[in-house]
């Protein structure tokens, strides 16, 4: 898994289509996954989830909502607006099914589980390796609705959903993760990362940042530490609000 995505990152920097590519590690990893055109039948399924979301009129309260702190001007949400707003978009929960479908890590993080949308990516995707997803979310309605809807697509062996403050849980755990999703408050990131790190140690080992393009200023101090060790490189995926891969060297 690493020589794949070390080299893949190599060809980044000196590429930008297929078509400058040579190594067939980089070939397969570029064709099969990230210019993968193929619809997965997954696609269709976890969509109407999404549909089900834009379409839910309920309202919870929340502290901190991410990218949708920006839009509203009350604590009171509701969860159609915060699908509409905040979360991963379809674009780049279909790159997460792939990756994952790809590389097929047996231990996946996701940090904010907010509506569930791509707790249920990573699981559809992790189920094939017989993998577990542990979600972390502070707000346990949004918890609670995320467990349904897993249930409701029969993923809830293939997840784990737990409740509290993100960092309680990073603090306390011990076992590393093959892959990590971060996508959270981000005032919390350069907080967490000594903890990311620790979770991080296997070579090859995954972190993926979203909305790093979107929200570019408020990631940056996180990008900056993540630039200074030594131990990482990145490199930054331009779909949709972009998405930030980070592997243990």
Same mark, same amino acid.
């Given at each position: 898994?690493?020589?794949?995505?070390?080299?893949?990152?190599?060809?980044?920097?000196?590429?930008?289509? +297929?078509?400058?590519?040579?190594?067939?590690?980089?070939? =397969?990893?570029?064709?099969?996954?990230?210019?993968?055109?193929?619809? *997965?039948?997954? *696609?269709?399924?976890? &969509?109407?989830?999404?549909?089900?979301?834009? !379409? /839910? $009129? /309920?309202?919870?309260?929340?502290?901190?909502?991410?990218? #949708?702190?920006?839009?509203?001007?009350? /604590?009171?949400?509701?969860?159609?607006?915060?699908?509409?707003?905040?979360?991963?978009?379809?674009?780049?929960?279909?790159?997460?099914?792939?990756?994952?479908?790809?590389?097929?890590?047996?231990?996946?993080?996701?940090? #904010?589980?907010?509506?569930?949308?791509?707790?249920?990516?990573?699981? =559809?995707?992790? &189920?094939?390796? =017989? #993998?577990?997803?542990?979600? @972390?979310?502070?707000?346990?309605?949004?918890?609670?609705?995320?467990?349904? *809807?897993?249930?409701?697509? !029969?993923?809830?062996?293939?997840?784990?959903?737990?409740?509290?403050?993100?960092?309680? *849980? @990073? $603090?306390? !755990?011990?076992?590393?993760?093959?892959?990590?999703?971060?996508?959270?408050?981000? #005032?919390?990131?350069?907080?967490?990362?000594?903890? @990311?790190?620790?979770?991080?140690?296997?070579?090859?080992?995954?972190?993926?940042?979203? /909305?790093?393009?979107?929200?570019?200023? +408020?990631?940056?101090?996180?990008?900056?530490?993540?630039?200074?060790? !030594?131990?990482?490189?990145?490199?930054?995926?331009?779909?949709?609000?972009?998405?930030?891969?980070?592997?243990?060297?």
């Amino acid at each position: 898994m690493l020589h794949i995505i070390k080299s893949y990152l190599k060809f980044l920097f000196h590429s930008k289509n +297929e078509h400058g590519v040579h190594s067939p590690f980089v070939f =397969d990893l570029v064709t099969k996954c990230f210019y993968d055109n193929t619809k *997965y039948p997954e *696609y269709e399924t976890l &969509k109407s989830y999404r549909k089900s979301l834009l !379409e /839910n $009129k /309920n309202t919870i309260d929340v502290t901190d909502f991410g990218a #949708g702190s920006r839009v509203f001007k009350s /604590n009171t949400r509701q969860i159609a607006k915060i699908a509409q707003t905040a979360g991963i978009s379809p674009k780049r929960a279909e790159l997460l099914f792939r990756i994952v479908n790809y590389f097929q890590p047996e231990t996946i993080l996701e940090i #904010g589980t907010s509506t569930g949308y791509s707790t249920l990516w990573l699981a =559809d995707a992790a &189920k094939v390796v =017989d #993998g577990k997803v542990i979600t @972390l979310e502070i707000n346990a309605f949004r918890s609670a609705q995320a467990k349904k *809807y897993a249930k409701e697509f !029969e993923l809830q062996d293939f997840i784990e959903f737990w409740v509290g403050d993100a960092a309680d *849980y @990073l $603090k306390q !755990e011990h076992v590393p993760f093959d892959l990590i999703l971060l996508d959270a408050e981000r #005032g919390s990131y350069v907080s967490y990362w000594e903890d @990311l790190k620790r979770l991080l140690t296997s070579t090859g080992s995954t972190l993926i940042v979203d /909305n790093v393009i979107s929200h570019a200023a +408020e990631v940056k101090p996180l990008l900056e530490l993540i630039k200074q060790d !030594e131990a990482f490189m990145s490199t930054i995926l331009a779909v949709g609000a972009g998405l930030c891969m980070v592997v243990v060297k």
